[in-house]
């Protein structure tokens, strides 16, 4: 099933009140609203969480009413991306005249980027659980081999061969797939 | 996508970090949120007084209406109320 076939019915589940849809959509999207304000935006702390929260709120506030053939991601990205760049210009006039960085609007990690990734993490669920678990604790949670050798109760020395093969089998499967080609540095 | 290496595909899992879980879990709460202040917003809706009174102050309101005024609970109130 496409992604935005995923969304569609998680959103009309929310719709009909079904609070585990919800949990499931929140689930989806955090790490890609999260990365929009941090990594997108810069922003940290209380102003990062701020952003997260009222993009979630906004969400479940206006998925009723949202149409049908809109699509969940971009509407997302969308109200975090004016989120984000609304609590920089609240920043910047509480700061002295002359003193705001120029671009401190624009993201500094492209959206498209980010878009990619989300891409990438999905492409990476469907292959077998011991690389999702091992690729994402290595290269997303920035944890040490010894780490996930103890959570996976596998021998250290095998981490470094299981990410490689991981990692191979996961570009195996992307190649030919449409990601933003920007993306790719 | 084409000629994407090993250290792009790395790069790229490396962008998504999980979001705290504590805030995820607030996010997910919400529609426990909403069942627990349907109530309150339904009068600010269905009285223009006391919407622009709960508007004034927002945390004094929750207060009065025996709500616990925490930042998440502020927000969704404010947002209901500004649609």
Known sequence: MRDADVDALLVARCREGDADAWRELVERYSRYVYAIATRGFGLTGDEAEDVFQEAFTRAYLHLPGLRQDVALRPWLAQVTRRLAIDHIRSRAREQPEGTLELDAQEPKLAIEQIDAALDVHRAMATLPEHCHEILDRFFARDESYRTIAVALDVPMGTIASRIARCLDKLRTHLEGKNLHDSAVR | ?83
Request: some cysteine; glycine content about 4%; hydrophobic content about 45%.
């Open chain 2, 1 to 83: 996508m084409t000629d994407i290496t090993a250290t792009d595909v790395a790069n790229l899992i490396g962008e998504l970090a999980p979001a705290p879980a504590a805030w995820v879990e607030a996010a997910q709460s919400l529609p426990a949120l909403r069942a627990s202040l349907d109530e309150l917003v339904e009068l600010c809706r269905s009285d223009l007084k006391v919407r622009a009174r709960t508007l004034e102050d927002l945390e004094r309101a929750l207060g009065d209406a025996g709500v616990a005024p925490e930042p998440h609970v502020v927000r969704y109130v404010r947002l209901s109320l500004e649609r």
